[in-house]
């Protein structure tokens, strides 16, 4: 689990974000924020030289110790050669209908959007790597090429502002298109709720990547009223995906409703114990450092 990093910057909040015109400033502001609190950190210094150095392992050889980073951090550094920092990333944005849902505040899509568009702005802003995005519902609805130059960074959030939720879900059938496109070893960020009919499918399309030796960071996009079901008047409940409809008292259901949902998370949790992912749970009123933090540690471990 990823420590925070203390900030109490209110460009992390999501509803604050969501207040702000243009996903590029979003994006840029986010990233400041949590830059702010990481400097005042435990992690000082963790991400200022991250795209040249990376932490000290054993086996490393002494003589790439980076002395005057240890003396800024106290922590053992070593330098990072041209070819060592050179990462792939795959931003995978879930644009199904479900991922729409707002109880209140911002949609699991806006929230996902905003999260995806700073990480994309700090790989190739702060760390020249390269980011690549694909969109898809029921099919890929778009595929963009992992690129690590600055001019690419616009065309990502170009899309990511333009895309909107859409159609049913199969997620499966484009976990497995992308982990045979991607021919070199990547970081695979995915961002969805994982609301598919064939969960066994998504299980196996996680396994793909894992088979094909890419790293991959699933974070899980969630309502608070998801987990909660506070509702509380006779109601009738719609898909959004399939139209089917269900009139009934929630109180009644509410019980099963949760051990379901929390069966649902645990098999999602449980499949990414078992095959090297990090599961990161993000519920949309958390704040995007949580997130960002999740991924700055896995990309120190992977390096590059």
């Not at 949590?34 to 005042?40: C, E, I, R, S, Y």
């Given at each position: 689990m990823?420590?925070?990093?203390?900030?109490?910057?209110?460009?992390?909040?999501?509803?604050?974000?969501?207040?702000?015109?243009?996903?590029?400033?979003?994006?840029?502001?986010?990233?400041?924020?949590?830059?702010?609190?990481?400097?005042?950190?435990?992690?000082?210094?963790?991400?200022?030289?991250?795209?040249?150095?990376?932490?000290?392992?054993p086996g490393d050889e002494i003589k790439h110790v980076d002395w005057k980073v240890y003396g800024k951090t106290n922590r053992f550094y070593v330098k990072q050669f041209e070819e060592e920092t050179n990462l792939k990333c795959y931003l995978l944005m879930d644009c199904s209908a479900s991922m729409g849902y707002a109880s209140g505040g911002i949609s699991k899509f806006d929230y996902a959007t905003y999260l995806a568009a700073a990480?994309?702005?700090?790989?190739?802003?702060?760390?020249?790597?390269?980011?690549?995005?694909?969109?898809?519902?029921?099919?890929?609805?778009?595929?963009?090429?992992?690129?690590?130059?600055?001019?690419?960074?616009?065309?990502?959030?170009?899309?990511?502002?333009?895309?909107?939720?859409?159609?049913?879900?199969?997620?499966?059938?484009?976990?497995?298109?992308?982990?045979?496109?991607?021919?070199?070893?990547?970081?695979?960020?995915?961002?969805?709720?994982?609301?598919?009919?064939?969960?066994?499918?998504?299980?196996?399309?996680l396994k793909h990547f894992r088979h094909r030796k890419h790293e991959v960071v699933l974070f899980h996009m969630i309502d608070a009223q998801e987990i909660n079901f506070d509702f509380t008047e006779d109601s009738l409940f719609i898909d959004v995906e399939s139209g089917d409809k269900l009139r009934t008292q929630p109180v009644h259901i509410k019980r099963s409703y949760q051990q379901l949902f929390q069966e649902f998370i645990n098999t999602l949790k449980q499949t990414c114990r078992d095959h090297n992912i990090d599961y990161v749970p993000m519920p949309t009123d958390k704040p995007f450092d949580f997130a960002l933090m999740n991924y700055l540690q896995k990309r120190g471990r992977i390096g590059g």
């Open positions: 990823a420590q925070k990093a203390e900030s109490t910057s209110p460009y992390l909040d999501p509803q604050y974000i969501s207040q702000i015109s243009g996903l590029d400033l979003r994006a840029k502001l986010v990233v400041e924020g949590f830059m702010a609190g990481l400097h005042k950190s435990p992690y000082h210094g963790f991400s200022v030289e991250f795209a040249e150095h990376r932490q000290y392992m990480l994309a702005y700090l790989m190739i802003r702060r760390q020249r790597d390269a980011v690549g995005l694909v969109t898809f519902d029921e099919k890929i609805r778009s595929l963009m090429p992992a690129r690590s130059v600055s001019s690419y960074l616009p065309e990502i959030l170009l899309t990511l502002e333009k895309t909107r939720p859409g159609a049913g879900t199969r997620i499966a059938d484009t976990l497995d298109t992308i982990a045979e496109r991607i021919k070199r070893r990547a970081l695979v960020l995915i961002f969805s709720d994982f609301f598919d009919e064939n969960l066994d499918a998504v299980v196996q399309g």
